[in-house]
């Protein structure tokens, strides 16, 4: 298996194309450069955040806006405890962790988590009521 190597670019590492053709840009500011004042922080490699994206684009874990979720068997994923991962198109695509009490995935992703085993119960309840 051929390892995935991200190209560097002034903004940050670019991945792709996806099985589905999409371009996905691991954005510096997510990762500590500059001011992250407004931006949460991923923890995970660049190489694991772009594994996310492809997961949820090739499972088509998406809500009505077209934006992109995942969960990572509900590990940690930001630097602020973020366990769900939220990803939109800004050409290329990037995404950053989320905060249910910001964000939330739709109920519909959440129990489809649950079902498929990506989260435990536990954790769909906290997601549902915005605490995880």
Known sequence: ?????????????????????????CYR???????????????????DEYGLFCTADDNDWKDD?????AVKNGEQLGSKEERVAKFWDRNPWHGFPVLTSETKPPNTLIDLWKETAQ??????????????
Do not use: N
Request: charged letters at 25%; a positive charge.
């Open 65 to 69: 806006q077209d934006c992109y979720w």
């Open 119 to 132: 989260i435990s119960k536990a954790d769909a309840r906290r997601m549902k009521r915005s605490k995880l």
């Open 1 to 25: 298996m051929t390892p995935i190597i991200g190209t560097p670019s002034p903004e940050g590492l670019r991945f792709g194309p996806t099985s589905s053709g999409k371009m996905y840009l």
């Open 29 to 47: 500011e997510h990762r500590g450069a500059g001011s992250t004042r407004d931006k949460s922080v991923w923890i995970i490699a660049e190489v």
